[in-house]
């Protein structure tokens, strides 16, 4: 996810665009995507509860959130880019280079990569008492961080896939799991929560 890695970024049209730009842009679609948001979430709670579901406004949350909170993630990170490409396959060597990076740069690029899979591993626990687990969410967060990586790579998109991307994006998805513990399925009583 190199988009992360360069505080300037070269755009299609020949401008270099700050990464506070294209930020700015998910929040920008963040704004514009929550008066839907709520929309859904009301449709699908109410759908929900017509057909019977034990916890139907919870589930719509945790369902809309995790698309609302992944989905402009993954779109910024197969966009095509001209940054390095590559692969990077050993763990912690994409790290180590940011030791001597500016301070703008280390903090885009892990803060980013972190962020990517966080509301997956926030809202899957309390959506199901089958992700309760730490494990679980990890292992789920790493499946669509390797997935993710592999199109980067597959699809040419200019971008660098890294091992350290996904170390990142699966500790994001546990650390904001953890962040949510006290609201997962599993504590919440039998019967009024799904499987």
């Known amino acids: 996810m190199d988009i992360f890695r ?19 842009n998910v ?5 514009f995507a ?14 929900r509860a017509r057909a019977g ?10 369902d809309v959130g995790i698309v609302v909170g ?13 940054g390095r490409t590559g692969v990077g396959l050993v763990p912690f060597t994409d790290l180590a280079d940011l030791v001597n990076a500016p301070w703008e740069a280390v903090s ?3 803060g980013g990569n972190l962020l990517v899979f966080a509301a997956l591993g926030a809202l899957l626990p309390v959506r199901s008492r089958a992700m309760s687990s730490t494990a679980r969410v990890a292992a789920l967060a790493a ?12 699809l040419r998109l200019g ?8 170390l990142l994006n699966t500790a994001g998805a546990v650390i904001f799991a953890l962040i949510t513990r006290r609201w997962w399925a599993d504590r919440i009583p039998a019967g009024t929560v799904p499987r």
């Open 6 to 24: 360069y505080p300037l970024i070269d755009r299609h049209d020949g401008r270099v665009a700050r990464t506070w730009e294209l930020w700015g």
């Open 143 to 154: 499946a669509f961080s390797v997935l993710v990586e592999l199109l980067q790579y597959a």
């Open 27 to 31: 929040v920008i679609a963040g704004t």
């Open 108 to 110: 885009v690029q892990v």
């Open 159 to 166: 971008r660098f896939s890294s091992v350290d991307d996904v």
């Open 34 to 47: 929550l008066p839907l948001a709520l929309l859904a979430i009301l449709l699908l709670s109410r759908h």
């Open 53 to 62: 579901h034990p916890a139907p406004l919870r589930v719509s949350i945790a």
């Open 70 to 82: 992944t989905a402009p993630w993954i779109w910024m990170i197969l966009t095509p880019s001209s």
